[in-house]
């Protein structure tokens, strides 16, 4: 079970700005995630020339993705690095078919064959503040392979390791090129998954592979920020979904509760600032992971 992050992950965490999980993913939690992003293809079709498609507020979209917001890996890790005072920014499915080598150099550059593209951090693209080029913690993002992209040219995830505690703004001087023995390109096997930091470089490399590479990118932030790929959720998702998704989409824990309180006319008061915290569920299912947690703990003691 998972509980969060070793403290030695945690070190590393806050190095590197990353961290892998293998197996993540079952082989029927892929092929029901596979099948969802199948639909959604089927549905909306790839841009002209490359084939790609990005599909933003995903968990909306078919009870497959919804069930990934609170996966038992990963949303324990979410909670020990942000709190529990947390929701979902963004959902989002990216699909990239394998590219022609001649279509790959036109898009690319013939010069730039193999390797990554467009560097770039996802803070300052959504608002979040900064300070001389540096990005706070608010955010965590999970990346989940469905496809294998253990192979070079795969459309894999590159990141810099350390370059969150770096200025992000070198990336746009003109002569900005990143050593290639600075970059770490994330090629992983199907089922695995990446948890990054928002202020990370990262990019992806081109796909060449003649396989077609599917991703699910999840943005997990505070409550009082507001979500980049949604106002708010459908009524006729919200009443499907457990107090734990509920809050992870934005919306109080209690359906019949008004979101400003329990006095909204008098001493009006949101509920994402712990206005009552029996409507953050994340927070009493964290502290009893917490519990559960220390028990093993001591079990494991006693058993030495």
Known sequence: MRYGLTDEER???????????????SPAEIAALTAAVDRE??????????????????????????????????LPVVADLLGPNI???????????????????????????GEPENWHIDGPLFCYPTLDGLCPMMEVKWGFYLTDVTEANSGCLCVVPGSHKHDFRVMFQPDFK?????????QVPAGSAILFRTGLWHCVSPNTSGRTRKVLYYAYTYRWIHPSDYHEQSPELLARCN???????????????????????????????YTELDDMPILHWFKDLQQRKEAAKAAAAVAE
């Open 243 to 273: 107090p734990i998704q509920r809050q992870l989409l934005g919306a109080t824990a209690h359906p019949d509760r008004h979101p400003l309180g329990s006095d909204p006319e008098k001493p009006p008061c949101s509920f994402y600032w």
């Open 41 to 74: 293809y089927e549905r909306y079709g790839g841009e002209p020339g490359s084939g790609r498609l990005e599909v933003r507020n995903c968990a909306s979209k078919d009870p497959a993705f919804l069930k990934l917001i609170e996966h038992p890996v990963t």
């Open 178 to 186: 990143i050593p290639r023995e600075y970059v770490y390109k994330v």
């Open 87 to 113: 929701k979902i920014r963004s959902t989002h499915l990216d699909v990239r078919p394998s590219l022609q080598r001649d279509l790959a150099q036109k898009e690319i550059g013939m010069e730039r064959m």
């Open 11 to 25: 070190t590393y965490f806050d190095e590197k700005g990353f961290l892998i999980f293998n197996n993540v993913l």
